[in-house]
């Protein structure tokens, strides 16, 4: 039932996805081979949408400044995306790092700004929240907590993987989302971040699943990852159904009871 009603929900229009253009400063194809690789305004990854154009300012990399130029040295690198989403629930990036660093330290984050003033960032750890693009490369990280970041494509020929982050706003869900903030303080052969999607989902809550997109692979919508949590309306129904099933057996039992005494 659960699965069903999310399905209702993905056609009649209550789950909305914002795709955003992350006007960066890197092409995914600097990176190395992307023959294969899911390109296009309707991008689904894990079956949620992006826009991840091999273009020059779709994707940003903090190991390069907004002129393109190679950025070394260890210094903070901020992407800010200015938004106007109500009713947002949760925020999904496809970010993937050059190089990495493993955790406790965290060296790259998201800030997210709503309409009241208020605000959240989320710290990124390298081999939990984020690992290095070649996940074939044991020098660097190649680990992820594989529920709140999930992997969303993969290329054996090039050893390249696109990793999905998932944002929960909680406490701030149901608010406008002004804008969210990037903020990458690596190092050149150190950690990096490299983002090539970004998304914002309103209107329903819980994180979209779907499956891992290989080269010449295309997706499609996913479902919400909340299907052991029923809405309210649904434990009301559920509570009516088993009542009304409780009734029934204990009225059959008393008439079973009642034949045999009479027997």
Known sequence: MALALAGANLANGALTFTQLD???????SSSGSIAGFPLGNQ??????????NDQQGQVWNGAYLSNGVTQSGSSVQTLTINTNVADARGFYSVINTWWGAPGPTSYASLTFNFSDSSSFTKSLIGNVDIR???????????????TTTRNVYLNPASSYAQDRQWFDFGVHSGKTLTGV????????????????????????SGQIVGPSLGPG???????????????????????????????????????????????
């Open 22 to 28: 992350l006007n960066g400063n890197y092409r995914l």
């Open 43 to 52: 991008t689904y990854l894990g079956g949620v949408p992006f826009t991840q």
């Open 132 to 146: 290095d693009f070649n996940y074939q490369t044991m020098t660097y990280t190649n680990q992820i907590n594989n």
């Open 181 to 204: 903030t990037f903020t990458d303080s690596g190092d050149w052969g150190f950690q990096r971040y490299l983002v090539s999607g970004a998304t914002v989902q309103s209107g329903s």
């Open 217 to 263: 692979q295309t997706g499609g919508p996913g479902v919400p990852d909340t299907a052991g949590v029923p809405e309210p309306g649904q434990v009301a129904a559920s509570l009516l159904l088993l009542g009304g099933i409780g009734g029934y057996v204990f009225l059959k039992r008393r008439k079973a009871a009642k034949v045999a005494v009479v027997a």
